[in-house]
Nanobody, 130 residues
Framework: QVQLAESGGGSVQAGGSLTLSCATSGSAYSISCIAWFRHAPGKERVGIAAGITRGGSTVSTFYGDSVKGRFSISLDNAKNTLHLQMNSLKPEDTAMYYC????????????????????WGQGTQVTVSS
């Protein structure tokens, strides 16, 4: 079993920055993909960033076009925590942000597809004002 817990959401003005964190526990060491999704009111849930991990280290990262160049993910191995650094925030980044993970042992799949993920956190709200 894997548990995920997001933190770090809040309100910020456009152009500002926030860092979200996703603390993992349980069988997290054998997870090959951990991602961030966001869900804005009236819109579909969208994958925005993912980290591919092997043996607890990030080997590659992926980003959605809407956040590329502004957001970055990093893995703190010691704390089993995935961070999402969000810079140059825009009002359209306003959404509930969720952390998601593949089931332990799963190696293949489309990082941007919510259906690939077996575990989800409760979400953390990010609000960007203009």
């Amino acid at each position: 079993q894997v548990q995920l817990a997001e933190s770090g959401g809040g309100s910020v003005q456009a152009g500002g920055s926030l860092t979200l964190s996703c603390a993992t526990s349980g069988s997290a060491y054998s997870i090959s993909c951990i991602a961030w999704f966001r869900h804005a009111p009236g819109k579909e849930r969208v994958g925005i960033a993912a980290g591919i991990t092997r043996g607890g280290s990030t080997v590659s990262t992926f980003y959605g076009d809407s956040v590329k160049g502004r957001f970055s993910i990093s893995l703190d191995n010691a704390k089993n925590t995935l961070h999402l650094q969000m810079n140059s925030l825009k009002p359209e980044d306003t959404a509930m942000y969720y952390c998601a993970a593949f089931r332990p042992g799963k190696r293949d799949g489309s990082w941007y597809s919510a259906n690939e993920y077996a575990y989800w956190g409760q979400g953390t709200q990010v609000t960007v004002s203009s």
